[in-house]
């Protein structure tokens, strides 16, 4: 058996494990489909080295290209508060060139197995009149660990006081996908390098580098930066100082003004620094699905 190290940002939180994992000398560790659960397990597993058998895992790749495979409701990994996108039945038709996404936010109020989703009715300034109705079906989408879910179900009932939340029927079919580590986001995030006083942007973010803008030269490429940026995570700030190489450069004029593009990577992130993006990104992609690439 051959085998590859598993790379940190290869795991998540929430979402099964795609292979068996072994330590060096081939001794198993887990077992492919068990579920990380807690934050404490997912760093235990990081800081040591892992492996995974090579041709199992392309064989893999090649069968699930593509597929969008069955889940259950435990695996979704649900939790009071959770966001949820929801969607109309009467607009899934639309076509592509609509300007509104018409996905609903709403939060996971609770619910009783097998029995009903308790959800909260979505707050949108482009919701009119009354828009849900009982009997109505919906899509329901939400952003779990690395992975997007989604599942149709009915409004059963609709509550008006003492404010207002939807019973919706439980889901039966769940489909899940998983999303590529280096999905990006559009952002406008103000940093600095480390040894430097220059201010910048960041224009786009993902898990394995960024795209950054600035008035002044940051090194040649090949060159080592520092970037720091601070990052908002349900309403918690967690400062970043994440070791980084310029892989890219161009240049534009805006009034007048010399704006450089850099194009960045990642390198030596901790584990809590991977935590960190992953949990900004899916966010993001969450409450703006259309800033996400």
Not at 65 to 72: E, G, R, V
Not at 127 to 143: A, W, Y
Not at 155 to 184: A, C, E, G, M, N
Request: with cysteine; charged share 20%.
């Amino acid at each position: 058996m051959d085998l590859i190290q598993v790379q940190a940002s290869d795991l998540a939180i929430g979402q099964p494990l795609p292979w068996n994992l072994f330590d060096h000398t081939h001794k198993p560790i887990q077992k492919r489909g068990y579920i990380i659960k807690t934050t404490d397990e997912l760093k235990k597993l990081e800081a040591s080295s892992i492996f995974r058998d090579q041709k199992v895992a392309s064989e893999q790749i090649q069968s699930g290209k593509n597929k969008s495979d069955p889940f259950s409701f435990e695996d979704m990994q649900l939790k009071v508060g959770h966001k949820l996108q929801l969607k109309l039945s009467s607009q899934l038709k639309e076509t592509l060139g609509e300007t509104n996404n018409n996905f609903y936010m709403a939060v996971l109020i609770g619910y009783v197995q097998d029995n009903t989703l308790i959800v909260s009715m979505p707050a949108s300034d482009s919701l009119t009149g009354e828009p849900f109705l009982e009997g109505e079906q919906i899509l329901v989408r939400l952003f779990s660990g690395q992975c997007v879910f989604s599942f149709t179900v009915f409004v059963d009932k609709i509550i008006k006081l003492p404010f207002k939340y939807l019973h919706l029927s439980f889901p039966k079919h769940i489909s899940s996908q998983t999303i590529r580590k280096s999905r990006r986001i559009k952002c406008n995030i103000s940093a600095s390098v480390s040894d430097k006083s220059t201010p910048l942007v960041i224009t786009d973010l993902s898990t394995t580098g960024a795209e950054i803008s600035t008035t002044a030269s940051l090194g040649e490429l090949g060159a080592i930066i520092m970037l720091c940026f601070t990052v908002k995570i349900l309403d918690q700030e967690t400062p970043l100082s994440v070791k980084s190489i310029i892989r890219s450069t161009k240049q534009t004029h805006k009034n007048d003004q010399k704006i450089l593009y850099l194009g960045i990577e990642f390198t030596e992130l901790k584990s809590d620094q991977v935590f960190a993006l992953r949990s900004l990104i899916y966010q993001e992609i969450v409450e703006n699905p259309y800033h996400a690439a």
